[in-house]
């Protein structure tokens, strides 16, 4: 690539990491801030953690409330979960050791309905039903993800210790704060300070978004379109493929994909989820995807959730940077786990 190039390339994808990907996470994130801040004043967080608590406490071990956050991702992004973890009206159902947990669970959900239809939408036989087992194992995968990482926290945070909030008033049980004013009122209030948080997560993710991606993008694409490197944005020396290639003996069997050029997949979604699902629409044209691998990478693009380039952002703008090691140690396993699940799933579907 040569020194030159390499800085180049640094600056040019750096800004159209800025421009085209921290721009529009921000964008997500005012928006879901708005949402979510609408949901805490009417209660809708109250009411889905007193209907879900009994369902989300033996499986995560967590509040029901924090079903709303894998909702949030799921229609949008990663992050979008973080406007959320700052409102106290939410933030008062967990213990320190289950907020960072919340990284986890988000980033398995993260673009679940973007890349859920897009998967659904390709030309390969059964895609449909494919798509809808990568979910159960994105599920399965974020189960495993998130109690492995509470694994960790339960010894660094304690298990007693509530989340700290902002408001000082001792809020009773079975009540929440709302503010003062007509429906009307409380309904603009809400969103417009909803939306002020979504700025304030969004400005906190743009640094580990720019510089850890850039590195991953170096790390994972080629030279430009005539094989030669001239700065431009998005060129790289495409090292994670080549280690993706080298292990291929042990994650083919694992995955059973179809083809070996499937293991990029996997290996780009650890930065990027667009850009694998990008990946797999150029492989099905060319027909080299089966719906086994429709299954595996959903799930795995669903888990994953270019989970690199966003989990030391996400875990710095919650106040857990600490616990940062853990959260990509357990998030990797919960993600091959939920790509092995898919596999078995897929197996077990079709022979019956």
């Given at each position: 690539m040569g020194g030159i190039n390499m800085i180049k390339t640094m600056m040019n994808t750096g800004f159209d990491l800025l421009m085209n990907v921290c721009l529009y996470l921000m964008a997500i994130a005012v928006l879901a801030g708005a949402i979510s801040g609408l949901f805490s004043e009417f209660g809708v967080i109250a009411l889905v953690n007193k209907l879900l608590s009994k369902v989300m406490k033996p499986i995560y071990d967590l509040p029901g409330a924090s079903s709303l956050g894998m909702l949030n991702c799921y229609l949008s992004d990663n992050p979008a979960i973080l406007t959320l973890a700052h409102d106290d009206n939410f933030r008062r159902y967990f213990k320190k050791y289950q907020m960072p947990a919340l990284t986890n669970l988000g980033t398995a959900f993260g673009m679940g309905l973007i890349t859920t239809t897009t998967m659904m939408g390709l030309n390969v036989e059964g895609a449909v039903t494919s798509a809808l087992i990568g979910n159960l194992g994105a599920v399965i995968g974020s189960v495993v993800s998130v109690r492995l990482m509470m694994h960790a926290t339960k010894k660094m945070y304690g298990t007693t210790e509530y989340v700290e909030v902002k408001s000082t008033v001792?809020?009773?049980?079975?009540?929440?704060?709302?503010?003062?004013?007509s429906a009307g009122s409380r309904f603009i209030q809400a969103i417009l300070d909803g939306g002020k948080v979504g700025v304030d997560m969004g400005l906190s993710i743009i640094p580990g978004v720019v510089i850890i991606c850039t590195l991953v993008i170096i790390l994972t694409n080629g030279p430009g379109a005539e094989g030669v490197y001239t700065g431009s944005a998005n060129e790289g020396v495409g090292i994670l493929p080549w280690i993706g290639?080298?292990?291929?003996?042990i994650l083919n069997p694992l995955f059973g994909f179809s083809s070996p050029e499937a293991i990029a997949v996997?290996?780009?979604a650890l930065g990027s989820t667009g850009a694998a699902i990008g990946t797999v629409a150029k492989m099905a044209a060319v027909g080299k995807v089966s719906g086994n691998d429709i299954a595996v990478f959903t799930a795995i693009c669903m888990c994953w959730s270019g989970y690199i380039s966003t989990h030391i952002a996400m875990m710095d703008a919650l106040g857990t940077k600490e616990a940062t090691g853990k959260a990509l140690i357990s998030h990797t396993i919960g993600g091959l786990v939920a790509g092995f699940a898919a596999h078995i799933l897929y197996m077990l579907f079709h022979m019956f």
């Open positions: 001792k809020i009773p049980e079975n009540s929440r704060v709302v503010r003062e004013g290639g080298k292990l291929s003996f996997p290996i780009t």
